[in-house]
């Protein structure tokens, strides 16, 4: 079995809100994590974490400072706030790694799953709400959360990160589960259509994800308004909707984005940290929160419109039937199967 323990030094961010960052011995390592309870945490209440993973070589002070800011979303939304720190790989100059290169027996998802259960001993934790995301490494190593570590993790993000070929190939997958993937399509580090026989394209992983959920084949495209010309870039949202138990995949295509974390750095008409938020908070391990056979609150979001009028095969107008067509305000269209 293996043994840690927990120091924690306090620093104090505001009245309410706690920032801590927590020292854990583990696995016979010095491990630490910074732990952000948000000034809304109700004792009585049960309360979902986020993880946020830096990309490789980083820490985690400079991704949270810099980057990756989720601090004043967990303010209002009411989530504790997880940034672990990565230990240095001795067979790649002990440079900051979530994938220790082989051969190694370092597998950090057990980390993971120390600080849930730790944080879930001290703390009123949901823990059909734990959400992971991460930036480039970081987001692949959320990937790997969401394949060995599903039976805690709800639905992850990942941001300007790839997945090895064959990542996928020993998942243990127990729920459906919600991803969302953020990829530039001239990211050179993680290139979007990777050819070289290393990395997923970012389709295949959409797509696997996609099948493991049951959702519907061809995804559902919109495009997000160009709110920065000057940034070089927009943005596609791809979902593939209708999956088991409401669940849904998405994509953001960043056209002509880099490796990047959109909002802070790179593309500027989307927000990287808010739509992670917007996209996981929706989930819990049992799918699409408050999932229902006529829930069209997801349908209305996705479709980026609101839906002004439904009717039946006739043509007619009607509240409800066993087969109706959904019409937006952005004309599109939708048919929907109500089960009774």
Request: charged share 20%.
């Amino acid at each position: 079995m293996k043994k840690f323990i927990l120091i924690s030094l306090i620093i104090p961010v505001s009245l309410f809100a706690q920032q801590t960052t927590e020292y854990m011995f583990y696995d016979g390592n010095n491990r630490e994590y910074i732990l952000y309870i948000p000034s809304s945490y109700i004792s009585s209440q049960p309360t979902p974490i986020l993880f946020a993973f830096h990309g490789g070589t980083g820490y985690a002070d400079d991704f949270m400072n810099y980057e990756a800011d989720f601090r004043p979303i967990a303010d209002t939304a009411g989530f504790i706030l997880v940034y672990p720190q990565a230990l240095g790989d001795p067979l790649d100059c002990f440079n900051t790694s979530w994938l220790h290169k082989d051969p190694t027996d370092h597998k950090d998802i057990f980390f993971v799953e120390a600080i849930i259960d730790t944080l879930s001993t001290l703390y009123n934790v949901d823990s059909d709400r734990i959400y992971a995301c991460g930036y480039s490494l970081g987001g692949m190593f959320s990937y790997e959360l969401a394949c060995n570590l599903n039976y805690k993790i709800a639905a992850i993000s990942s941001v300007s990160g790839a997945a090895f070929i064959g990542a996928f190939g020993n998942c243990d997958l127990y729920h459906p589960t919600a991803v969302l993937t953020i990829n530039g399509t001239t990211d050179n580090e993680h290139p979007y259509n990777d050819q070289t026989g290393v990395f997923f394209p970012v389709p295949d992983i959409s797509e696997f994800w996609a099948n493991h959920n049951n959702t519907d084949q061809t995804p559902v495209v919109t495009t997000i308004p160009d709110y920065d010309p000057t940034d070089g870039s927009t943005v596609e949202r791809y979902s593939w909707l209708n999956g088991d138990n409401c669940v849904y995949v998405e994509e953001l295509k960043v056209i002509n984005g880099g490796h990047q974390w959109p909002g802070t750095f790179g593309n500027m008409d989307i927000d990287a940290s808010n739509e992670t938020w917007r996209f996981v908070s929706k989930f819990n391990t049992s799918g699409l929160i408050n999932c229902s056979s006529t829930n069209t609150e997801n349908r209305q979001l996705i479709l980026d419109g609101q839906l002004v009028k439904r009717f039946n095969l006739l043509g007619k107008e009607v509240e409800n039937s066993s087969l109706i067509i959904d019409l937006f305000d952005n004309g599109k269209t939708k048919k929907v199967f109500i089960i009774k």
